[in-house]
């Protein structure tokens, strides 16, 4: 069980690490913090006055390697590491740091986007559904249209315009409510950080877009074509 144990006796021990002169020092223990197997807490915590004094100023650099190929910098870090192993080198990787560091960030992007789907799933759902109570709904109406000489693909097409108005309507609010803060966002990032434009991905938008809109017309042509079979007698008999 993880615990924490704060042994505040500030009890005296003697260290004998090995010193540039050989020398021991003396140290005080102000807290002990023990998690169990935790490999978070390791080793020995020490403040950089503190290190300074009892082990000197530390031999620190820092190197940055170009390599003719990009796509093979986690072997050639390890290589390196390999290879001045003695000394103790580590080496690690530009694009394992960043790949690490934004793994969350895309897990939670992927995470909205799935959930973005299914709200657009949902929504075409509904329109659908929407499409098969209106025709029930307006069997009166649509008698009335078929006794004043509509034919069967007119009043198709009666339903299928309106709701490929609600559709291009949806589509057209949500991407210019999605493309307009992420403008607002980019442009604000811009300020602190030089190069970072704002970039529109016509290709995905046109293609979710179009998707969006082939997928609503699908739900829709079934009660369409339920509305163009209302004989105008029946119809206009219904109450």
Do not use: C
Not at 29 to 46: C, K, P
């Amino acid at each position: 069980m993880k615990h924490v144990l704060l042994a505040l006796a500030y009890g005296l021990i003697r260290l004998s690490w090995r010193f540039g002169d050989h020398s021991p020092r003396r140290v005080r223990v102000i807290g002990v913090i023990g998690f169990g197997a935790s490999s978070n807490f390791m080793g020995i915590y020490m403040g950089e006055k503190g290190f300074n004094a009892v082990f000197g100023e530390p031999e620190l650099s820092m190197h940055f390697v170009a390599l003719t190929d990009p796509d093979n910098s986690r072997q050639a870090a390890r290589a390196i590491e390999s290879a001045l192993s003695t000394t103790g080198v580590q080496a690690d990787s530009l694009q394992q740091i960043a790949d690490e560091n934004n793994a969350l960030s895309r897990s939670f992007l992927y995470l909205m986007q799935a959930f973005m789907g299914l709200g657009l799933v949902v929504g075409i759902a509904a329109i659908g559904v929407i499409a098969f109570r209106t025709v029930v709904e307006r069997r009166q109406q649509i008698g009335m249209l078929r006794a004043l000489g509509f034919q069967r693909e007119m009043v198709s097409w009666v339903f299928l315009i309106e709701s490929s108005f609600v559709a291009l309507l949806g589509i057209g609010l949500g991407v210019s409510l999605a493309l307009i803060p992420a403008s607002q966002m980019i442009t604000d990032m811009a300020a602190e950080i030089s190069g970072l434009t704002f970039q529109v991905p016509w290709t995905e938008i046109v293609f979710v877009s179009g998707l969006a809109y082939a997928m609503t017309l699908l739900t829709t042509w079934l009660p369409a074509v339920q509305a163009s079979q209302v004989r105008p007698a029946e119809a206009l008999r219904y109450e």
